[in-house]
């Protein structure tokens, strides 16, 4: 079936360190991918979104490019800041009889140290 | 525009009592779909609603139910609580539910 499976955290980073966080997809057909964010407390906020083969996503610093060749969508960033520090959502939206199905990855959690 | 908002944002409840959710979409948007967040299971997919319809449905007991009212809100109801119910209940909206979905802050179920 349609799944994500994203890197296992916890992840510690300095500042300004580069930070990339593995998510790769099974699924059929033609998903739209996606990265959230959720901040202690908080709900998840979208970060950014790929519909299509070979699209970036980008928003605040962060990347993901849509491979299909590796079906892979992995966060970068070039330098992260203390601010970063939550846990970050791979997702995969597919198309159903009924609408569209979201599946989600397991999360990983980012900690960036001053 | 308003986001996605929950009420109530904390509930304690014990066990074998009923709880309903609430869950206001951002104006506009048809899709409402409820997920459980536990630290281990991650984010479960329990059910969407679409102009009053359940639309999809995860792999969740009975005990879980839904609704949707003309307004686009909709609520969440879990009978008979377990504890393995305490978890972090999010809503999420979306126009059509074929596109980006919009979540809530959660409501943070403890069961006793």
């Known amino acids: 079936g349609d799944s994500v499976t994203q890197m296992e955290g916890p992840v510690t980073l300095s500042e300004e360190a580069f930070l990339t966080i593995n998510c790769t997809y099974t699924?059929?057909?033609?998903?739209?991918l996606f990265w959230y964010v959720q901040y202690p407390g908080e709900g998840l906020q979208l970060l950014l979104k790929?519909?299509?083969?070979?699209d970036k996503g980008s928003n605040k610093g962060f990347e993901a490019t849509y491979r299909k060749e590796t079906t892979s969508f992995h966060l970068e960033k070039g330098s992260v800041q203390v601010s970063d520090s939550a846990v970050y959502f791979c997702?995969?939206?597919?198309?159903?009889?009924?609408?569209?199905?979201?599946?989600f990855g397991t999360g990983t959690s980012l900690t960036v140290i001053p | 525009k308003a986001g996605v908002t929950q009420t109530p944002r904390y509930l304690i409840k014990t066990r074998g009592q009923q709880v309903t959710l609430s869950c206001s979409p951002i104006?506009?948007?048809?899709?409402v779909s409820w997920y459980q967040q536990t630290p281990g299971q991650g984010l479960q997919f329990l059910f969407e609603?679409?102009?009053?319809?359940?639309?999809n449905k995860g792999n969740f007991p009975g005990r879980f139910s839904g609704r949707q009212f003309s307004n686009s809100r909709s609520e969440m109801n879990v009978s008979t609580l377990e504890l393995g119910d305490s978890a972090l209940y999010l809503c999420?909206?979306?126009?059509?539910?074929?596109?980006?979905?919009?979540f809530g802050p959660g409501t943070r179920l403890t069961v006793l």
């Open positions: 609603y679409f102009s009053e319809t359940q639309r």
């Open positions: 997702a995969l939206s597919v198309r159903v009889d009924t609408g569209n199905q979201f599946y």
């Open positions: 790929a519909t299509k083969a070979d």
């Open positions: 104006s506009g948007h048809r899709s």
């Open positions: 699924a059929t057909g033609y998903p739209s």
């Open positions: 999420a909206s979306s126009f059509s539910g074929i596109d980006t979905q919009y």
